[in-house]
């Protein structure tokens, strides 16, 4: 089980670099025509659910790993380049609106579990309700927000956790597997009763397990800072290489997905990963110093 759900937040990282590798071609089917690629992406997310759903080939839902994230892509480009912004913000509230008054009709004729964490493996056009509701809402709030993100508390804390985002995501699993082992061990070698899971004891601890949790990763990640900011090697101009490196990357995260955390897969999945890094790099030709990652 441990090993299981260590590896169940890596899909972003899995979707994140297939949105990354796909960004150019997106991003200029956003400049060409915005509202049509973000259309057209949610259309297809669309179809490849019925198309799931009419056969009871639930395999087929895997194509929306691309479908759903990638329109939801297109919405930021939108936010990005003031698209929404420019919007009425009357406009921009019906949007959010509908979004949720859809989605909420969906779930209630059971379309959709209420439990959006069942609606993302694969992920389901509800997230993209979600998401059109979420953006909305930023797109209104976003002023204000910016507002607030200059201000000395909430500046110190943006500043800290952007400058270490990646790392966070990455080691926050290990270091809560890491403590839920020694309070294992502690209440067996000490006698101390657990409270069982959702039960009332339960949900008094949280506040502190939580606070524990995050201190602990920050801490992980104040130590692993040098790792942020290391210089990126100059890439490849290679189609060819990226590609590689783009599909070996998606294997070892897939893998981990798959078949979960065991020291065979986790030894596949970084071996997969090294050679991805190495496809990526220029060729001994073309070494420059990069810009630094943070």
């Given amino acids: ?172 699993m290990p270091v809560l597997l890491a403590a839920a082992g020694v309070t294992a061990l502690v209440a067996m070698g000490t006698g101390i009763v657990l409270p069982e899971p959702s039960s009332g004891g339960w949900w008094l601890t949280r506040p502190l397990w939580l606070g524990l949790a995050a201190g602990l990763t920050a801490g992980v990640a104040w130590l692993l800072t040098a790792g942020e900011r290391g210089r990126m090697p100059v890439a490849t101009a290679s189609v060819r290489r990226a590609s590689q490196a783009v599909l070996a990357g998606l294997a070892g995260v897939v893998l981990q997905l798959a078949a979960g955390t065991t020291v065979l897969t986790a030894a596949a999945a970084t071996g997969l990963l090294l050679f991805a890094l190495a496809r990526i790099r220029a060729g001994a030709g073309n070494k420059k110093p990069g810009p630094r990652s943070g």
């Fill in 1 to 172: 089980m441990a090993g299981f759900r260590y590896s169940q937040p890596l899909w972003f990282l899995g979707v994140f670099l297939l949105c990354q590798a796909l960004l150019p071609v997106l991003l200029a089917a956003h400049e060409r025509a915005p509202l049509r690629s973000l259309l057209g992406l949610a259309a297809a997310a669309v179809v490849v659910e019925v198309m799931s759903a009419v056969s009871g080939i639930e395999a087929i839902g895997l194509l929306n790993l691309g479908f759903v994230w990638l329109a939801l892509q297109q919405l930021g480009f939108l936010l990005a380049d003031g698209h929404l912004d420019a919007l009425h913000r009357r406009t921009r509230v019906l949007t959010a609106l509908t979004a949720v008054a859809l989605l909420a009709g969906l779930v209630a004729a059971g379309v959709y579990s209420p439990d959006l964490v069942e609606n993302l493996n694969p992920p389901t056009v509800a997230l993209l309700l979600v998401g059109v509701a979420q953006t909305s809402l930023l797109s209104l709030g976003r002023h204000r927000l910016a507002g607030l993100s200059q201000r000395r508390a909430a500046a110190a804390f943006t500043g800290f956790v952007t400058a270490r985002a990646m790392t966070i995501y990455l080691w926050h």
